[in-house]
């Protein structure tokens, strides 16, 4: 049977009403669109949906056309053709919030397709698919995704998961714009200048508007439009929603000397904007913006907990080439080590934790089979890659002695770094960079007894990894996507044939597989008995002409223990 709150419904609704349904502040009362901006209205970014639960769904678009304000009306049916309506309401948006619409539906029944659209004045916006979370459920199918930068290729991956004929989710672990300008040298030009991609606004992104304007560039591409329209998308943001590598107090890409300005005011101006463009739950009141970690009950299947290790807790990140003291005019690598593995260093803070504590071990006393941890950076140990080991001496000594003296000092400065004894980790931004506080989370999931997969995001490669402590004890799996557009495999400029996932699959114990030779995102087919996960390629970035595959296919089962130790490639 259909149900309508009658309350928000368009023939009853009035202007004071409409305020007070939508939490509209006073500022909403100017005076609506004129006559010749109401003709120009337009839903010229499409619609999204996200956050589902059980009994509500989050649904978004946004105005284009017009600097007024503008009032409209909201649907969500059974049907396509809106025959079968069940909510309907009213909204009214403006530009303080850059005529966004937001709205958390409620009422809705769980694990139910439902459709919805926005109409103000006489445009009406594209139908979007969306679906709650299911009560019970024995079978769940997840996409999972990362990295989408505008100028270095189309969305073809966004258009391939619009067409997947069988999808419950989208979960997107960060990236979703870059902050970079469209300077000749700036990350992914090459393919931005080449392709006619260029960024909106031109410049490094660091206002409001900067940050307004280039989410409004990329969602204006059908092809992620489409993505959003066919899922609830589950979303975090990582680094270049705000500034590369960030952590509490400032990000590498920031630099206030340079006239970018206070970083607290950049960073509130970027998550202002990805929470007005995002299908996200607002903040409760008194939570802080920042904080978007929250989870997801798929019954007793499965549950998606989300993290947040960017800005809430995170340490200044290290860096070999500053942080690496001097010793007898030698690098004291056992200095730098003490440094890494200092427990104050932090990912999740001491809320978070708690949170995620809390969180797990009611997912494993419910009765939840799975339990799903989404990350904006890869959990595994990953050893940077020992380049004599994998090339023989006399390649690498040949090299060596061919190059002019400046380039072979610094060859040398890093073989001898990454053919240490003490086996540095490779990414030092990822949790390989705060291995006290990956301790402390694989401490939680032990407590916890939770079957642990990780889906991983930002490194533009895709992964496969085990997961253990650093006594060797089995934590979970890890499942890490390769990148939407974002550039993924960069020849080495010493060595053109070295494969570096090659080396770093031979010389990591916990990676079981890896690739940075594609773009597309991953999918997981979950089951009580297993999870399938497939590395999903797109063929081309370059032009829109292109065809999607699996390039490798994984198989998760659990033991007679609540712990995940086999992981077999196919």
């Known amino acids: 049977m259909s149900e309508f709150d009658t309350s928000v419904t368009q023939a009853s609704i009035t202007r004071r009403g409409m305020l007070a349904i939508t939490g509209a502040s006073a500022s909403l009362m100017a005076a609506p669109a004129a006559a010749e901006e109401r003709a120009r209205i337009q839903f010229a970014h499409g619609v999204a949906s996200g956050d589902p639960l059980t009994d509500r769904v989050i649904i978004w678009t946004r105005i284009s056309g017009t600097s007024a304000v503008v009032e409209g009306v909201w649907e969500v049916a059974e049907d396509d053709s809106f025959k079968k309506c069940v909510r309907q309401g009213a909204f009214i948006t403006e530009s303080a919030r850059d005529h966004t619409v937001k709205i958390d539906v409620p009422g809705l029944r769980p694990g139910k397709q439902y459709f919805y659209r926005f109409r103000a004045e006489s445009a009406v916006s594209p139908t979007g698919r969306t679906k709650t979370l299911p009560s019970e459920t024995d079978r769940l199918v997840l996409v999972a995704a990362s990295c989408a930068m505008y100028p270095n290729g189309y969305f073809n991956a966004y258009r391939a998961i619009a067409d997947l004929t069988d999808l419950d989710v989208v979960v997107f672990l960060g990236d979703y714009i870059y902050e970079y300008g469209a300077d000749p040298d700036a990350f992914g030009m090459d393919n931005g200048l080449r392709l006619g991609r260029i960024p909106d606004p031109p410049h490094e992104i660091i206002s409001l508007d900067d940050y307004r304007r280039r989410h409004a560039q990329c969602r204006a591409e059908s092809e992620l439009q489409a993505a959003h329209a066919r899922a609830a998308?589950?979303?975090?943001?990582?680094?270049?929603?705000?500034?590369?590598?960030?952590?509490?107090?400032?990000?590498?890409?920031?630099?206030?000397?340079?006239?970018?300005?206070?970083?607290?005011?950049?960073?509130?101006?970027?998550?202002?904007?990805?929470?007005?463009?995002?299908?996200?739950?607002?903040?409760?009141?008194?939570?802080?913006?920042?904080?978007?970690?929250?989870?997801?009950?798929?019954?007793?299947?499965?549950?998606?907990?989300?993290?947040?290790?960017?800005?809430?807790?995170?340490?200044?990140?290290?860096?070999?080439?500053?942080?690496?003291?001097?010793?007898?005019?030698?690098?004291?690598?056992?200095?730098?080590?003490?440094?890494?593995?200092?427990?104050?260093?932090?990912?999740?803070?001491?809320?978070?934790?708690?949170?995620?504590?809390?969180?797990?071990?009611?997912?494993?006393?419910?009765?939840?089979?799975?339990?799903?941890?989404?990350?904006?950076?890869?959990?595994?140990?990953?050893?940077?890659?020992?380049?004599?080991?994998?090339?023989?001496?006399?390649?690498?000594?040949?090299?060596?002695?061919?190059?002019?003296?400046?380039?072979?000092?610094?060859?040398?400065?890093?073989?001898?770094?990454?053919?240490?004894?003490?086996?540095?980790?490779?990414n030092l931004d990822a949790w390989d960079g705060y291995p006290a506080e990956r301790e402390r989370l694989y401490e939680i999931a032990h407590r916890a007894k939770a079957r642990l997969i990780?889906?991983?995001?930002?490194?533009?490669?895709?992964?496969?990894?085990?997961?253990?402590?650093?006594?060797?004890?089995?934590?979970?799996?890890?499942?890490?996507?390769?990148?939407?557009?974002?550039?993924?495999?960069?020849?080495?400029?010493?060595?053109?044939?070295?494969?570096?996932?090659?080396?770093?699959?031979?010389?990591?114990?916990?990676?079981?597989?890896?690739?940075?030779?594609?773009?597309?995102?991953?999918?997981?087919?979950?089951?009580?008995?297993?999870?399938?996960?497939?590395?999903?390629?797109?063929?081309?970035?370059?032009?829109?002409?292109?065809?999607?595959?699996?390039?490798?296919?994984?198989?998760?089962?659990?033991?007679?223990?609540?712990?995940?130790?086999?992981?077999?490639?196919?």
């Open 454 to 570: 990780v889906v991983s995001g930002d490194s533009h490669c895709a992964w496969a990894n085990n997961l253990s402590d650093q006594n060797g004890q089995p934590v979970g799996v890890e499942i890490g996507v390769t990148a939407i557009t974002s550039p993924t495999h960069w020849p080495d400029p010493w060595f053109p044939d070295f494969e570096l996932t090659d080396a770093l699959v031979a010389q990591s114990d916990e990676v079981v597989a890896a690739d940075d030779r594609h773009n597309g995102f991953a999918r997981l087919t979950i089951t009580r008995n297993e999870v399938r996960a497939e590395w999903m390629a797109v063929s081309t970035i370059d032009s829109r002409d292109f065809s999607l595959s699996v390039r490798r296919t994984f198989r998760v089962t659990d033991l007679p223990y609540p712990k995940l130790t086999k992981h077999n490639a196919v």
């Open 233 to 426: 998308w589950i979303c975090v943001f990582d680094d270049h929603e705000i500034a590369n590598n960030p952590w509490t107090d400032g990000a590498e890409n920031h630099n206030p000397d340079q006239g970018e300005g206070d970083w607290m005011t950049r960073k509130t101006c970027a998550i202002q904007a990805w929470r007005e463009w995002m299908p996200i739950r607002d903040p409760a009141p008194g939570q802080l913006r920042e904080a978007i970690y929250r989870s997801f009950r798929f019954g007793h299947l499965a549950e998606l907990t989300m993290l947040e290790t960017r800005l809430l807790a995170r340490s200044r990140q290290l860096d070999y080439a500053s942080d690496i003291p001097k010793k007898d005019d030698d690098r004291d690598i056992d200095a730098f080590c003490s440094r890494l593995n200092d427990p104050r260093r932090e990912l999740l803070g001491a809320e978070q934790r708690g949170w995620l504590d809390a969180c797990l071990a009611s997912s494993v006393q419910a009765g939840v089979h799975w339990q799903l941890l989404g990350s904006q950076v890869i959990m595994a140990r990953i050893n940077s890659p020992n380049y004599y080991t994998v090339l023989g001496d006399d390649r690498v000594n040949a090299t060596l002695a061919a190059l002019p003296a400046n380039d072979r000092a610094g060859l040398t400065s890093q073989l001898d770094l990454f053919t240490n004894s003490r086996r540095l980790p490779y």
